[in-house]
């Protein structure tokens, strides 16, 4: 079984950081880039689980549920990776996210 305490970890520290991060910096940034990541982390989930399903986007729940939409998705797809290179480009994307987030 693959280890995917990196990515856990990652998503759990980004998801901390939106949970303490002023409504302004939400709103300029770090919302839209903490979404983005958790639709792109549930469409991969999505489609290892069942590749021949269309992949459903997630829905924008508002500014204050970014983190946990971020944790949801990532706890997700750690569940259904199976090899090292996908969890590695899984981490890569929520540190990218982090960054791009300024958070």
């Known amino acids: 079984m693959l280890d995917t305490t990196p990515l856990t970890d990652a998503v ?54 970014v983190a946990d939409q971020v944790t949801v998705a990532g706890r997700d797809l750690a569940l259904v990776l199976t090899d090292e290179e996908q969890l590695a480009e899984a981490v890569a994307l929520v540190q990218e996210a982090q960054k791009r987030a300024g958070v």
């Open 12 to 65: 759990d520290q980004f998801a901390d950081r939106l949970r303490a991060a002023p409504e302004s910096r939400l709103q300029r940034a770090a919302a839209p880039e903490a979404r983005a990541l958790a639709r792109e982390l549930a469409v991969r989930a999505q489609s290892l689980e069942d590749p021949e399903t269309e992949p459903r986007e997630m829905p924008d729940a508002g500014l204050f549920a």
